[in-house]
Antibody, heavy 119, light 108 residues
Framework: EVQLVESGGGLVQPGGSLRLSCAAS????????MNWVRQAPGKGLEWISY????????YYVDSVKGRFTISRDNAKNSLYLQMNSLRAEDTAVYYC????????????WGQGTLVTVSS | DIQMTQSPSTLSASVGDRVTITCRAS??????LAWYQQKPGKAPKLLIY???SLESGVPSRFSGSGSGTEFTLTISSLQPDDFATYYC??????????FGQGTKVEIK
């Protein structure tokens, strides 16, 4: 079964850092691009970052550029999101989602992990 | 950046109704569009990709159409399990406007 499981969310103060992880199973991880998508409470979906299968291509939405870093470890079948200089507006459920190519639909998605930025 | 605009934002319908949701792109995206269903507290679920291709396991009452800048998701006969929020996603390019703002389908 293809599965993605996020972890690492929690409560963090403004200006703080957090590292999210996404463990993949059931497919050849290195063959697929991966994405992070977030959803603020009661709001819609926001794509925030993409990484190709070989990590050679990375994209970010403007609002997280310079603060967030996406990475992956294909040997560990894992995707990461290092989040620094966190702001209240970064509060959201963060999902990892598999892509199929450089631009693609997302399937499947993980169950999400909640990040709350508050003092 | 490409912007995606869904309409309506909220839709009230009854079981058995035919429901149509529209998604418009600010510039042409060919057929690079997907549709997702999301229920409260759950991750989005892929329904349609490439504008009209039905994902495996998704009921045939769901269908997608369109190309260029205008797309529709149709539920031919609304079922109780279909009350949820639906999002379109353009994958012509990655940008802040990748997803539409969502359409909540409520019970009338």
């Amino acid at each position: 079964e293809v599965q993605l499981v996020e972890s690492g969310g929690g409560l963090v103060q403004p200006g703080g850092s957090l590292r999210l992880s996404c463990a993949a199973s059931g497919f050849s991880f290195s063959d697929y691009s991966m994405n992070w998508v977030r959803q603020a409470p009661g709001k819609g979906l926001e794509w925030i970052s993409y990484i190709s299968g070989t990590s050679s291509t990375i994209y970010y939405v403007d609002s997280v550029k310079g603060r967030f870093t996406i990475s992956r470890d294909n040997a560990k079948n894992s995707l990461y999101l290092q989040m620094n200089s966190l702001r209240a507006e970064d509060t959201a459920v963060y999902y990892c989602a598999r892509g199929y190519s450089s631009t693609s639909w997302f399937d499947p998605w993980g169950q999400g992990t909640l990040v709350t930025v508050s003092s | 950046d490409i912007q995606m605009t869904q309409s309506p934002s909220t839709l009230s319908a009854s079981v058995g109704d035919r429901v149509t949701i529209t998604c418009r792109a600010s510039q042409t995206i060919s057929s690079w569009l997907a549709w997702y269903q999301q229920k409260p507290g759950k991750a989005p679920k892929l329904l349609i990709y490439k504008a009209s291709s039905l994902e495996s396991g998704v009921p045939s009452r769901f269908s997608g159409s369109g190309s260029g800048t205008e797309f529709t998701l149709t539920i031919s006969s609304l079922q109780p399990d279909d009350f949820a929020t639906y999002y379109c996603q353009q994958y012509n390019s990655y940008s802040r406007g990748t997803f539409g703002q969502g359409t909540k389908v409520e019970i009338k």
